[in-house]
């Protein structure tokens, strides 16, 4: 059964991953809200990956839990594997622009598509937060965000794909408030949750994080991550 953490800070403390990942979303923070020293080329980052990554989550409720997912998603196209695969990879596979946020030497990198599926406009973002500036594209995706939106994205290429042909190893889309219960024990009717896991892999330390958003008792947003220490 999940255990309720009280403060999301909680599971960071004395972690190598997690700190980085929580160093990694101060400074994306930097990034999406700071104007200066950017490009005019610069994409922007928006939905819940803006929402996550700019701290706007973090009082979510938070529960972590002791088995950690499996870290693949498997399409039609290619396996995605967070801390593996890289921008380029799914850029290969998918198609698009690789975009970048960037200040100093730290940086941002994305692919997003958008796409409608069952009447729905849908979001999907692959994103490399844990980067050195020079290139983007050759960074691992640590973070996967997938949503149901009714605004336009005009940073989003448009995907050629459906997510309901993909395996995802956790409650996405199309899943219930039931379905979150019966993986991790606790689930709102409405609203953000968050879900972590901190312990040892098969070869490092890792961090896991997955953020729900509910309407009504449905699923409208999932984001994960996994951070893996160096």
């Known amino acids: 059964?999940?255990?309720?953490?009280?403060?999301?800070?909680?599971?960071?403390?004395?972690?190598?991953a997690s700190t980085r990942l929580l160093t990694g979303a101060l400074a994306t923070a930097?990034?999406?809200?700071?104007?200066?020293?950017?490009?005019?080329?610069?994409?922007?980052?928006?939905?819940l990956p803006s929402l996550i990554?700019?701290?706007q989550t973090a009082e979510a409720q938070t529960y972590n839990f002791e088995q950690p997912f499996v870290e693949e998603v498997k399409t039609p196209t290619i396996t995605i594997a967070l801390d593996k695969t890289t921008l380029d990879d799914i850029k290969a596979a998918f198609g698009g622009e690789v975009r970048m946020r960037s200040a100093g030497d730290i940086a941002v990198g994305w692919l997003c598509y958008t796409f409608a599926s069952q009447s729905v406009?849908?979001?999907?973002?692959?994103?490399?937060?844990?980067?050195?500036?020079?290139?983007a594209a050759k960074q691992v995706v640590n973070m996967i965000a997938i949503e149901?939106?009714?605004?336009?994205q005009p940073d989003c290429d448009k995907g050629q794909f459906d997510v309901q042909d993909w395996t995802i190893p956790v409650p996405t889309l199309g899943d219930d408030k039931a379905s979150l219960q019966q993986r991790f024990g606790n689930a709102p009717e409405s609203g953000?949750?968050?879900y972590a896991h901190e312990g040892a892999g098969a070869?490092?330390?890792?961090s896991q994080s997955l953020v729900y958003r509910l309407k009504d008792g449905k699923i409208d947003a999932?984001?994960?991550t996994q951070i893996k220490g160096r």
């Open 30 to 47: 930097l990034l999406l809200f700071s104007a200066g020293g950017m490009s005019a080329k610069d994409g922007r980052l928006s939905g």
């Open 1 to 16: 059964m999940p255990k309720n953490i009280a403060k999301t800070g909680a599971i960071h403390g004395g972690h190598i």
């Open 121 to 135: 406009q849908r979001d999907v973002w692959f994103i490399a937060n844990d980067m050195q500036a020079a290139s």
């Open 53 to 55: 990554l700019g701290g």
């Open 203 to 206: 070869d490092a330390q890792i």
């Open 192 to 194: 953000l949750v968050r």
């Open 222 to 224: 999932v984001a994960f």
């Open 148 to 152: 149901e939106t009714s605004e336009d």
